[in-house]
């Protein structure tokens, strides 16, 4: 069952109602009929699609959309009482001039309490300097919150560093995925160490997150290694996000530990496991990869769903699948790592699906539209899988334009750390220009010598499957 359907399950009549009745108001009647199809009947996807008269790519995005309306249903409900909560805090100073100092100081303790429960630390910084203020006639009182206060303000600057280095960590992890760099890769480590050396400062159950985010992926995607000691780690992890139910961020963290998991199997063949990951967390693709990259690489979930078309030989299932997930995606162009992976996701399905014309477009948009030359690898990796564009859509004109700015680029970087590339370009000379005898022999021969010398850092050519299926591509060009 689908982590969707398992949601709806568990969803109380009260709340079930409440989703029921609002989808119906606002005319989205058959997210509706889905809601009370998988809370109500045991019916198979297949069924589900011809009752609601859907294809394939229209019922996955009918999925998405349910999901994030149960989202943001249950979000509204778990910020009520911390809302709630919220507003007493900026009510303290009226509780001063208002009560009795008896009952002020039983409020605000009374507040603390509750504070604490929610784990909402900026709220409690207030809580303790009006107490210590309140008690400056009681110096053993007085000095208590006033050492509370001092400590709280100090663990508050911490994690305000933490989150800082949190997000500056994948940032330059976003870089070295494009570029491979050494340097790169030694940033990432003192990032890494830095953030142990601040979460090491308190026992914090927040800190501890935000440190395991760190090491575990920097441990699953740079150092390339699995220890069976993860799975304790996710497993503390989400202990603490059930103890801390109501707590907002804790809930949409959720997908970031979903994530790591899926990382996790795919270095340790636990192909179940991976296949379950990547079909939760589908539903929820295009805002992870846009609102998460402060707390994880988050288009790298990209890679993996393609990865994972590819296993299954779904892959043109791709292309319809992402245009109607994607349909209100906000590119953020600012994040070049981001915007090439999501940019590679969209090429590839196109490619998959025989769309060539359209993956070109795609790609010229990229060169057009940003700047790459600060990644030159990236810049060459771009224009090699347009030229490869070009040839299924044999364009000799283009090809051979591109062509000679792909060997201009070569040149500059040395053929010694462009093997790949110059492969590739013999590949597509070979399609594109020899007679079918004997083409199938020498391109099997190229592909062959491809797949040994493919680049760590990022090539869209490490995500498509250079296989006998796309040697045929290439014979019948």
Do not use: W
């Not at 359907?5 to 108001?25: F, G, H, R, V």
């Amino acid at each position: 069952m689908s982590k969707l359907k398992n949601i709806i399950k568990q969803l109380s009549t009260k709340d079930y109602t409440a989703i029921y009745d609002s989808l119906i108001n606002s005319n989205a009647e058959k997210s509706a009929y889905l809601l009370k199809f998988m809370r109500e009947k045991q019916l198979s996807d297949t069924r589900i699609m011809e009752e609601l008269e859907v294809n394939n790519n229209a019922y996955y995005t009918l999925r998405s959309r349910l999901n994030q309306k149960i989202e943001e249903y249950l979000l509204q409900e778990m910020e009520s009482p911390r809302t709630s909560l919220i507003k007493k805090v900026a009510t303290v100073h009226d509780i001063i001039f208002t009560k009795k100092r008896a009952i002020a100081i039983a409020s605000l303790k009374k507040l603390e309490k509750e504070l604490i429960d929610y784990d909402l630390s900026n709220e409690l910084t207030i809580i303790y300097k009006t107490l210590k203020k309140l008690l400056i006639n009681s110096p053993e009182d007085h000095f208590a919150y006033s050492q509370l206060y001092n400590r709280h303000v100090a663990y508050m600057l911490a994690l305000d560093k933490a989150e800082d280095m949190l997000g500056n960590y994948f940032k330059k992890y976003g870089e070295y995925f494009l570029t491979g760099s050494e340097s790169d890769k030694i940033g990432l480590e003192l990032m890494q160490s830095e953030m142990n050396n601040i979460a090491n400062l308190y026992q914090s159950h927040r800190l501890f997150v935000f440190q395991s985010f760190v090491n575990i992926f920097h441990e699953l995607k740079v150092l390339k290694v699995a220890r069976p000691e993860m799975e304790t780690t996710f497993e503390a992890i989400q202990t603490i996000f059930d103890q801390y139910y109501l707590d907002a961020t804790y809930y949409h963290l959720i997908l970031v530990l979903d994530y790591l998991k899926i990382e996790y199997f795919k270095l340790t063949d636990s192909t179940t496991r991976l296949n379950k990951g990547i079909d939760d967390i589908s539903e929820s693709l295009p805002m992870f990869v846009s609102n998460y990259s402060l707390y994880t690489f988050s288009p790298a979930i990209l890679l993996a769903k393609q990865k994972y078309y590819l296993a299954e030989r779904t892959e043109k299932m791709m292309y319809g699948e992402s245009k109607e997930l994607f349909e209100d995606y906000e590119i953020n162009k600012h994040n070049l790592p981001e915007y090439v992976v999501y940019m590679n996701y969209r090429v590839s399905g196109c490619f998959f699906a025989e769309k060539y014309d359209e993956a070109a477009k795609f790609l010229n948009n990229l060169l057009n539209e940003t700047s790459l030359k600060k990644y030159p690898n990236t810049f060459l990796e771009v224009k090699l899988f347009l030229a490869l564009q070009y040839v299924m859509l044999k364009d000799h004109d283009l090809f051979n334009q591109l062509v000679n700015s792909i060997q201009r680029q070569i040149r500059l970087l040395g053929k010694d750390e462009c093997a790949h590339a110059i492969l590739i370009i013999k590949i597509c000379k070979t399609a594109l220009n020899d007679t079918k005898k004997g083409k199938k022999t020498k391109l099997s021969l190229l592909v062959d010598k491809l797949n040994l010398v493919l680049p760590q850092y990022y090539s869209p050519f490490n995500y498509i499957n250079l296989n006998e299926s796309f040697i045929d591509k290439l014979v019948e060009v």
